[in-house]
Structures are given as structure tokens and as C-alpha cells.
Antibody, heavy 121, light 110 residues
């Protein structure tokens, strides 16, 4: 059974870069036609898709975040990672990693448990 | 791309049905049959309940059903149970490899 787990600093200073890693277990991250995504949820608010990456490293980003987001894949460690630059208080959220369910367009399942990132000096 | 519009809240008594709407545009909900629905209990990760408008992943009870008409998708939970009390989010493929989520609906079982 595929499982995902987010990890990274829980506190980031304003203007710095947020870095998170998602470790996948129970399956290979580089299996053909697998896609992996990052989604975030500010406290008490709704979900926002940040971006996704394919098994081969192709990336797709939310246009509203594209200029600040980088997602990359590390097949040797079965991980994929998120970098979000120039963070502000608006980037404070629970960050989830997830696998695309089957085809890229079907949605997301399963999800990691999420990790809270606070932006504060 | 703007968030899809959902009612903030919905409620029903045990055994009753509740329907949640999700309104988008012709560029997302109306343009593709790729609407998904998620259930999220407090402090937990979302769980996929419906994909491709009306399909259920293995293990999801058939009390959960989805539909779409024009730019509005709907999730119906029939035979409400206490464990169905949660937040529900819709999502749609929005073209050009993008996704958009709904604003979320809190379902209360009275």
C-alpha cells in the first residue's frame, strides 16, 4: 500500500525559501505514468493546488505560484520535493503531498498526513 | 483561475440525504468530466470520494454519488451517518495541466 510522508522545517522566515520533501513508501516513485503533487491549506481555509511532477520529471505549476515554485524528483531516494521562494505570511499553511489517482486528471489519492509550515521572523 | 464555489455549510439528519453543489466555469467544471470530491475530517488529510464526476474509488460506500450539469457539479450523500460529518471539497481539472479546488462545504449530521 502506497504511503506518503512530508518532512521539512516547520518554521520559515519571511522572504526565505520553504523546502519540503515527500517520501514515498510501498511503491516506486518512478513507476511509469505516476504523477505526484503538492497541495496546501491555510489554517481554517480551503485547498490550493501548488503543482505536480511526473515520474520522468516533467513539472506543472499553478500559474499564480509559478514564479516562486520548483518541484523536483529524487528517484534514488524515492522522494519528491517542493521549494517555494520569497515566502510571506500568506504562505503559512498545512502542506500536503499526494499521488495523482491513476491518470493525471483524475484527482489525488493517497495523500500524506500534511505538515504545518509557519512563516514568522 | 478562481476557486470553485461551494456553499459554506449543509446539514441533514441521520438517514437523510444531503447534496453539495460545486460551481465553476466552462474552463473547468463545464469543460471537462474530471471533477473529483474529497472528504476531510478535522486534522486529517483529504480522502478521495469521487473522481471523473461520478466514479467511486474502491472502498468508498455507494452512499456517495456524483453528477454534473453544465458548469455545476454535485455530490450527494445518501443515508447520512455520523461519520459523514466532515468538510467536503470539489476539484476540477482546468486545462493546461492545472487543477482548481472548491471553497469547501462543512457537512453537519444533526
Amino acid at each position: 500500500q502506497l504511503q506518503l510522508q512530508e518532512s521539512g522545517p516547520g518554521l520559515v522566515k519571511p522572504s526565505e525559501t520553504l523546502s519540503l520533501t515527500c517520501t514515498v513508501s510501498g511503491g516506486s516513485i518512478s513507476s511509469r505514468n505516476y504523477y505526484w503533487g503538492w497541495i496546501r491549506q491555510p489554517p481554517g481555509k480551503g485547498l490550493e493546488w501548488i503543482g505536480s511532477i511526473s515520474y520522468s520529471g516533467s513539472t506543472y505549476y499553478n500559474p499564480s505560484l509559478k514564479s516562486r515554485v520548483t518541484i523536483y524528483i529524487d528517484t534514488s531516494n524515492n522522494q519528491f520535493s517542493l521549494k517555494l521562494s520569497s515566502v510571506t505570511a500568506a504562505d503559512m499553511a498545512v502542506y500536503f503531498c499526494a499521488k495523482h489517482y491513476g491518470d493525471y486528471v483524475r484527482g489525488f489519492d493517497p495523500w500524506g498526513q500534511g505538515t504545518l509550515v509557519t512563516v514568522s521572523s | 483561475q478562481s476557486a470553485l464555489t461551494q456553499p459554506p455549510s449543509a446539514s441533514g439528519s441521520p438517514g437523510q440525504s444531503v447534496t453539495i453543489s460545486c460551481t465553476g466555469t466552462s474552463s473547468d467544471v463545464g469543460g471537462y468530466n474530471y471533477v473529483s470530491w474529497y472528504q476531510q475530517h478535522p486534522g486529517k488529510a483529504p480522502k478521495l470520494m469521487i473522481y471523473e464526476v461520478n466514479k467511486r474509488p474502491s472502498g468508498v460506500p455507494d452512499r456517495f454519488s456524483g453528477s454534473k450539469s453544465g458548469n455545476t457539479a454535485s455530490l450527494t450523500v445518501s443515508g447520512l451517518q455520523a461519520e459523514d460529518e466532515a468538510d467536503y471539497y470539489c476539484s476540477s481539472y482546468a486545462g493546461s495541466n492545472n487543477f482548481v479546488f472548491g471553497t469547501g462545504t462543512k457537512v453537519t449530521v444533526l
